[in-house]
């Protein structure tokens, strides 16, 4: 590995200096361009840089000017958002998947006056919105395919900005390094919106300090150097892909690779074998349901293979990642397990080289999670968002599990407010909300703790959980804490439970709506020659009672060994005769359960769950996909569940 | 003009496909061939090729006249297609599969290949770049390495179309490229077919049921009726045509 880049260099452009004379010859990025990749090392990186400097100077950006950037991870798009940091200005990334409207507020809430972006579909984007932003005087494009015909004043080619900035370079190469020293760590390097789903869209303004502290602080903890890789696959307006492709990559001198298009992803990470990974719950599962669907359809050898190996993998991968002991005899069958099964398996998922992974944004199953770190990816979670600069929480090696984000990165203060809300104060820490004191001083308090909105707690480790929006988190009637979207996760990471809705705020017991998926059960009757009829009739039969209530029994011994939350446990369920819909307004748009409407829709199932009855009859209404309506009469079971004293079932858990 | 097309008839036996049909193209026009089942379109597609040999007529291609095309000279002198029920080859790769467009291109011996001697490999090297500019210019390069026959219809056009494009062909000629497409692949395709006339400078002929399409990206129309030649114009022109209206309609007797 080589030496820690001197604290010094202490903004983005002068590291990007510093890289092209330490290390001018190694490679900063390379991107897959007709079928080859092509490599900019760091000397070509940084001279793009400067004539782009160079040619924005002239073009009139003045120190905190904004200017917005729309494209897909490419080395224009990293070269242009440097080039924008040299001159003292601010880039800000804008998703390049939003629509016209959605890109509106950021360039009039900014005040932009330049824009780059990266193709004729952008273009045709910002043209859109250009009546309602009139600051927005310079659009420019980086492929110029289809863009003939366009003759707007506002639109110039990156090409051609480029070519006048080589030359406005070579008549005053001392311009750029004037301006870069100029810069200073607490600067504005950056501004990053939020989506807005939670109300009006923020801009999150970040300085040079509050993006590279961070990325040094995690990039020495992980012991990441010049010869690592990252492909940089993910929305470069999300902080995340801003740390991992650029803070890090620009604090540690390693090489980021932009695949070639968004469909070859899965292709490009097995050529480039990234060492250094990034992955959304959601891409781990969809990988691992493509492993599954070809072993399906794999010989019968290789299934058998396949099957007995991942047992192995299952029982003591983990283990061996984490340096715990593991007998001989299972080291030796692991070991021809790995050139057996786990070794070419991580060569499919272009995972061999990756050194350290991370996962984040939404709760991970366990058998998800397991999967990888056994068969020997180092996958860890981690915790943080846009207004902290993403390291938060850190799973160190060693102390990884599925459950918790791991302790605090060293360098960041924790604590929990008394309403479980976790309170964050660190280097990376956002400097404002652009143009929103009030939104400012609500998430961030005088002493400059930041309120993150998520409520949790320390485990016996010091661990961080998350367990829920803070806004959602409820009490029992006996004062125990009450998270349901916490206890709904757990239920949902078992394959049979599709949606799951946990009511208890304010009463004496947790009860609970279980939508069946019914994909998995009806696979797992039809092995079991259960002859059904529809969803209505699967939901109704005991053997499928009882399946689900082994799950819910599981989760529950999982709830009591956790003492804040022992009594949480689930102690009646019923499932519910049809599958929740967004149709019905059950279901948000994107398949969150609207706990609050489900509860005033079926008050009586949630009453009858209370009053402790067998069953209980309804009728509904329901819409079919055509628009009809029809009625439903159905008699629901209502059962109990199996719970545990506290701290008892660890036996339990530990036998299962 | 690039093309044009005088008095061609062309009969099998007893039934006469094409009955003395006229019309011209312009260079770099989108020109569009319509017409009800059966009224000919795609036999004037295989006469302008060579695949059929019209019995009288004569077809002028860039100031060269013929009465008949012998296909492999039509690929020579630029003209390429694409077929109605796609002819790839399912068992090869994308890349493959287009790089076969670039045959005629090859100059190096076969033993130069086999061997893959100097200049056989500076030649491979040359027309897989070519190849790559047409799969990026497509947006396919996630299934570069896919076998053709694995791909879903509406990628297969696609492919078939980078495949013509591969020989860099002054004169396209497309045989329903839209068919079985839904909406939104017959507006990628539309895209593709513009950009290559506007890119490439391509000249472009193509037979379309989709009269939506037809009216959108060509320049001027021949409609055709049971083999010959009912009316040529503008879109606009065509579209207010009774003739025509009566041909798809039908009038009563």
């Not at chain 1, 289809?146 to 406005?168: D, F, H, I, T, V």
């Not at chain 1, 991942?310 to 007998?327: E, Q, T």
């Not at chain 1, 360098?411 to 964050?424: K, M, N």
Request: net charge negative; with cysteine; charged share 25%.
């Amino acid at each position: 590995m080589a030496s820690a880049v001197p604290a010094s260099f202490d903004t983005f452009p002068k590291l990007l200096m510093h890289h092209a004379q330490a290390r001018g010859e190694r490679p900063a990025i390379r991107e897959k361009d007709l079928g080859i990749w092509q490599t900019w090392t760091w000397r070509e990186f940084a001279d793009e840089v400067r004539a782009l400097a160079c040619a924005l100077a002239a073009e009139g950006l003045k120190r905190d000017g904004h200017v917005a950037l729309v494209s897909d991870n490419r080395p224009r798009l990293y070269a242009a958002m440097c080039a924008v940091q040299c001159l003292g200005g601010v880039p800000v990334p804008l998703y390049q998947d939003a629509v016209a409207a959605e890109m509106a507020f950021p360039i009039q809430n900014a005040e932009i006056a330049m824009a780059f972006a990266e193709d004729q579909e952008q273009v045709d984007k910002l043209l859109e919105i250009l009546p309602q932003c009139p600051t927005l005087a310079r659009i420019y494009y980086d492929d110029p395919r289809g863009m003939r015909q366009y003759n707007q004043p506002q639109l110039k080619s990156y090409e051609s900005l480029l070519a006048a900035g080589r030359e406005a370079y070579q008549r005053d190469p001392r311009l750029v390094d004037a301006e870069i020293e100029k810069g200073k760590a607490s600067d504005i390097a950056g501004m990053f919106f939020t989506s807005g789903t939670t109300g009006v869209a923020k801009g999150v303004v970040h300085t040079h300090a509050s993006l590279l502290q961070p990325a040094r602080i995690a990039a020495e903890m992980e012991g990441l150097g010049d010869e690592d890789v990252v492909l940089a696959y993910l929305p470069p307006a999300w902080i995340g892909q801003n740390i991992f492709s650029c803070a890090q990559a620009f604090v540690t001198g390693y090489c980021i690779c932009c695949p070639e298009s968004p469909e070859t992803v899965i292709t490009d990470m097995r050529e480039i074998g990234p060492t250094y990974y990034f992955a959304p719950p959601r891409v781990l599962e969809a990988l691992l349901t493509q492993v599954s669907i070809r072993m399906e359809d794999a010989g019968r050898l290789k299934r058998w293979l396949y099957a007995k190996f991942m047992k192995i993998a299952n029982r003591v991968g983990g283990a061996l990642l984490d340096g715990k002991p593991v007998s001989a005899a299972e080291r030796l069958l692991y070991g021809l397990g790995d050139v057996l099964v786990y070794g070419p398996l991580r060569n499919v998922l272009g995972m061999s080289r990756v050194r350290v992974g991370y996962t984040a944004g939404e709760a991970i199953g366990p058998d998800l999670f397991k999967f990888y770190r056994s068969i020997g990816i180092n996958l860890k979670q981690l915790y943080g968002s846009t207004e902290t600069a993403v390291f938060v929480c850190v799973q160190p090696n060693g102390q990884v599990r599925s459950d918790t984000v791991g302790p605090a990165v060293p360098g960041v203060e924790l604590r929990f407010s008394p309403e479980r809300e976790l309170l964050i104060r660190s280097p990376g820490l956002f400097r404002e909300y652009y143009k929103n004191p009030q939104a400012t001083h609500e998430a961030k308090d005088a002493e400059g703790w930041f309120h993150t909105g998520d409520a949790g707690f320390f485990d016996a480790d010091h661990h961080v959980k998350i367990i829920d929006r803070v806004k959602d988190v409820g009490k029992l009637a006996d004062g125990t804490l009450f998270a349901p979207k916490y206890l709904e996760n757990k239920l949902k990471f078992f394959p049979y439970v599709k949606e799951a809705v946990c009511f208890g705020h304010l009463r004496d017991k947790v009860c609970a709506f279980i939508n069946i998926d019914p994909e998995a059960i009806g696979n797992w009757a039809e092995k079991r020659n259960l002859p059904y009829a529809g969803y209505t009739d699967l939901a109704s039969r005991d053997e499928v009672y009882d399946l689900v209530g082994g799950c819910i029994e599981r989760v529950n011994a999982d709830l009591a060994g956790e003492p804040e939350i022992a009594n949480s446990q689930i102690q009646r369920f019923l499932i519910l005769h049809k599958e929740l819909e967004a149709d019905d307004g059950e279901l948000t748009r994107t398949r969150k359960v609207r706990r609050g409407f489900i509860g005033e829709k079926y008050r009586e199932l949630v009453e009858a769950l209370y009053a402790g009855r067998d069953s209980v009859h309804v009728e509904a209404q329901v819409r079919y996909e055509d628009g009809r309506t029809g009625t439903y009469s159905a008699d629901l079971k209502i059962r109990d569940a199996k719970t545990f004293a506290p701290g008892a079932a660890q036996a339990l858990r530990r036998a299962a | 003009m690039i093309l044009s097309v005088e008095n061609v008839s062309l009969a099998f036996g007893g039934v006469r496909a094409l009955q003395e049909v006229s019309f011209d193209v312009q260079e770099h026009e989108v020109r569009a061939i319509i017409g009800p089942n059966g009224a000919g379109k795609s036999s004037m597609l295989n006469v302008l090729n060579g695949v059929y040999h019209p019995q009288t007529g004569k077809i002028r291609f860039r100031g060269e006249e013929f009465t008949d095309m012998e296909s492999h000279r039509a690929a020579a002198m630029g003209i390429a297609r694409t077929f109605q029920n796609i002819a790839l080859f399912k068992g090869m790769t994308v890349l493959d599969n287009i790089m076969t467009g670039r045959n005629l291109k090859m100059r190096c011996s076969f033993l130069h290949q086999a061997l893959w001697l100097g200049p056989a490999k500076r030649e491979e090297l040359e027309h897989r770049r070519a190849v790559e500019e047409i799969i990026d210019f497509l947006e396919i390069q996630h299934i570069r390495k896919t076998p053709v026959g694995r791909l879903p219809y509406g990628l297969q056009k696609r492919v078939e179309l980078g495949r013509a494009l591969a020989a860099e062909p002054k004169l396209l000629l497309l045989d329903e490229p839209m068919a079985g497409m839904n909406l939104e692949e017959k507006q990628d395709m539309c895209r593709f077919i513009l950009d290559v006339n506007e890119q490439f400078g391509t000249t472009i002929v193509l037979i379309e049921h989709d009269m939506g399409v037809v009216m959108d990206i060509s320049n001027r129309v021949v409609v055709l009726d049971y083999g010959r030649k009912i009316a040529d114009g503008t879109p606009e022109e065509v579209r207010n045509n009774q003739r025509v209206i009566d041909a798809y309609l039908g009038v009563a007797h």
